[in-house]
């Protein structure tokens, strides 16, 4: 079968041409993609050359992952659907993770159409939901996953590094589960976004330090540190600002480098959590948050490029000439 894809040919090269797909099996489900978001973050890294896969960094002596099927999520319309794959009918409007490609590093990418993709990795869009709402839903699963990590009480004050994507959604989570949230990051432009109501607190780090920012609004310190940007050294450095048995939530990728003290983590007994990946539990508790409202995804949304001028997309994303947050790749 033959298919379109977004292919990082190499180092900081993006092209949009044609591919071949395998042909679906009994357990797989066709879709025509209609709109694909762009993971800045992951895909970024690969795009540079600094993963080999997943969560693995690339090291000297490794094969260079390149020609690489970028992505991971896309929304669109089934065209079949395999006999093993009985909740799912044609015309349906779907999400989809991974969809199976060849020729390429690795036997699977995001941005595809049509997709083939196993049942497993197919999500219903519920009646009423927008599909583009959840055209990110595994990177909205992300924050989501860092949000719903630690424990949350009444007077819970979270803290949370980076003003992207992944911070936002995790943010959000902890706000719908009642903590009092700081959001700190370096651009007022994308803090905006998390608007207050009386538990919502910004802090640009480029106006303020941090440890005085916090010292303004949490000056008994916080209960949970979320580091969406893999920042491990700000994290030990803030060290000090977390209450004793608090916990920290690491979700940005360290590279080959990141050390953590975990000596000084047991001076407070300081719970570390490293969530990863995407799991269909929580893939279904975030589209729920979605189709209540709880988790906000359209407003981040920043800019729709043809998926044709996905290599004008990423330079966007890359030189970051304008502001940019959520990129939507148009697939119709």
Not at 89 to 109: D, L
Not at 246 to 264: C, F, R
Request: with cysteine; charged share 20%.
């Amino acid at each position: 079968m033959l298919g379109k894809d977004v292919i990082f040919t190499d180092r900081e090269q993006v092209a949009f041409q044609d591919v071949t797909i395998p042909e679906p099996g009994p357990r797989d489900v066709v879709v025509r993609t209609t709109r694909s978001w762009i993971s800045n973050g992951t895909e970024g890294s690969f795009l540079r050359g600094e993963r080999f896969n997943g969560e693995t960094p690339w090291r000297e002596g490794m094969a260079w992952p390149f020609p690489f099927a970028a992505g991971y999520q896309s929304v669109g319309v089934v065209e079949s659907a395999g006999e093993e794959a009985e909740h799912i009918s044609p015309g349906q409007q779907v999400f989809c993770t991974m969809g199976k490609i060849e020729g390429m590093f690795e036997p699977w990418g995001g941005h595809i159409s049509p997709k083939v993709a196993d049942v497993s990795q197919v999500w219903a869009i519920p009646a009423g939901v927008p599909p583009v709402a959840v055209s990110g839903l595994v990177l909205t699963q992300v924050g989501y996953n860092c949000g719903i990590r630690p424990p949350v009480e009444e007077g819970t004050v979270a803290l949370v590094l980076g003003d992207g994507m992944v911070g936002h959604w995790a943010a959000q989570t902890l706000h719908w589960r009642g903590a009092r949230v700081i959001l700190a990051g370096k651009h007022d432009e994308r803090l905006a976004y998390f608007d207050g109501d009386g538990r919502r607190e910004l802090l640009n780090i480029t106006k303020e330090p941090i440890a005085e920012g916090l010292k303004r609004l949490a000056p008994e310190g916080v209960d949970i540190l979320v580091d969406t940007v893999g920042t491990v050294e700000m994290v030990m450095a803030l060290h000090p600002h977390l209450r004793h048995d608090g916990h920290i939530v690491s979700a940005g990728y360290n590279g080959t480098e990141s050390l953590v003290d975990v000596q000084k983590l047991r001076f407070g007994e300081i719970t570390w959590h490293s969530p990863s990946g995407w799991h269909p539990q929580r893939m279904d508790a975030t589209l729920a948050l979605i189709t209540s409202g709880a988790l906000q995804t359209e407003p981040l949304i920043t800019h729709h490029f043809p998926v044709a001028r996905a290599a004008d997309a990423w330079k966007l994303i890359l030189e970051r000439t304008e502001h940019v947050l959520g990129v939507i790749l148009d697939w119709e």
